[in-house]
């Protein structure tokens, strides 16, 4: 509950203070805080640095599916929308339904270091894919049309 709570900060920091920066770049400043989050998790052998970081690391998540969100909106048509953003949710809980057990499975063999590291990982090639996705328009960002 309290995840829930700090991933609500996320969306709330968003309206407040970053609705005028790019789409992309603010996709990409997400991907890199998780990895540095995860990454101080992996490498900290104490209780309560892996807790700051974790909750920085819900909080990144909440401004993620805020930012995921908003893509969606911006390009479906209005017909559409609560189907779409049905089907994302649908495959959100599908993501966790398949990931939770492996990464169980990786804390009980290998240890919570292990899972950390194979997080950071998972998000480092993840961030890497989204360093250098490019839209088959150069008029096109992530989000709107650039205007002509």
Known sequence: MIANIISMFGTKFHQIY???YNPMVKLKYCFLFLMIST??????????????FYAIYRFITGYFYLLFSMY???K????YKS???????V??????ILSD????FIIKEFGISRSYCFAFISITVIFLIVLFYKTGNPKETLFEKKPA
């Open 39 to 52: 990454f101080v998790m992996w490498i900290s052998k104490n209780f309560f640095v892996s807790m700051f």
């Open 91 to 96: 495959i959100v809980q599908i993501a966790f």
């Open 76 to 79: 479906t048509d209005l017909h």
């Open 18 to 20: 970053l609705k005028k």
């Open 72 to 74: 969606i909106n911006s």
């Open 101 to 104: 057990p492996l990464v169980t």
């Open 83 to 89: 189907t779409i953003l049905s089907i994302k949710n």
